[in-house]
């Protein structure tokens, strides 16, 4: 089944620098890459979305990049704000797998005033 | 409704007890997930529906979890004699399947479980 594996667990940011955060997934046949942002005591939210027919994707300060030879995919967040700060979870899902969506560990974001 | 309702918000439990959570997805919405996060930690796969198919149980960590969707609606995830390392926040979350190839889930806010 698929996997994916999210680095880092943990990172921290100046207010106004950028953040990356890098994803693998294992199953080729994956074709939707789903960013979501968890703030505390609430549920994931989708802030954006990538196709696997699509590189890459700009929403305002956040853009995702796909690379699909090499399985992996990427969260850009430029200008952070310390509203940035939340987990942020990627995840893939397949047809194959019945849409089953598969998520990473998470990344914990600290923007930091 | 509106969004994904989730009921009990909190639930604390004696070990060895029964729990049933309950999921209300968005109506309309055909695939309903579970997922299970133990603290600090990331989103475990449990179980998904997808209409009228046989769910995908393979997440499901012992025999002792089960659910069932009646109605293609409401979801229930039971778990039976509880354990200490049950104790998750246990998040459902709908979709309406395809939409021009996007999947996108709407989360509850999940059931905190405490079993002591």
């Known amino acids: 089944g698929e996997n994916v594996e999210q680095h880092p667990s943990t990172l921290s940011v100046q207010e106004g620098d950028s953040a990356v955060i890098k994803c693998t997934y294992s199953d080729s046949a994956s074709n939707y890459f789903p960013w979501y942002k968890q703030e505390l005591g609430k549920g994931p939210q989708l802030i954006i979305d990538?196709?696997?027919?699509?590189g890459e994707k700009k929403d305002q300060r956040i853009a995702v990049t796909l690379n699909k030879t090499a399985k992996h995919f990427s969260l850009h967040i430029t200008e952070t704000q310390p509203e940035d700060s939340a987990v942020y979870f990627c995840?893939?899902?397949?047809?194959?797998?019945?849409?089953?969506?598969?998520f990473g560990a998470g990344t914990r974001l600290f923007v930091k005033a | 409704g509106a969004g994904v309702s989730q009921s009990p918000s909190n639930k604390v439990t004696e070990k060895g007890k029964d729990v049933e959570l309950r999921c209300d997805p968005i109506?309309?919405?055909?695939?309903l997930y579970w997922y299970r996060q133990s603290l600090g930690q990331g989103l475990e796969f449990l179980i998904y529906?997808?209409?009228?198919?046989?769910?995908?149980k393979s997440g499901l960590p012992s025999d002792r979890f089960s659910a069932e969707r009646t109605g293609g609606s409401v979801s229930t995830l039971t778990i039976q004699r509880t354990q200490q390392e049950d104790s998750a926040v246990y998040l459902c979350?709908?979709?309406?399947?395809?939409?021009?190839?996007?999947?996108?889930?709407?989360f509850g806010a999940g059931s905190r479980l405490t079993v002591l």
């Open positions: 979350a709908s979709s309406s399947g395809l939409a021009g190839g996007a999947n996108v889930l709407t």
């Open positions: 109506s309309g919405h055909t695939a």
């Open positions: 995840a893939a899902s397949t047809k194959a797998g019945g849409f089953k969506t598969i």
């Open positions: 990538i196709r696997s027919n699509v």
């Open positions: 529906f997808q209409g009228n198919s046989a769910p995908d």
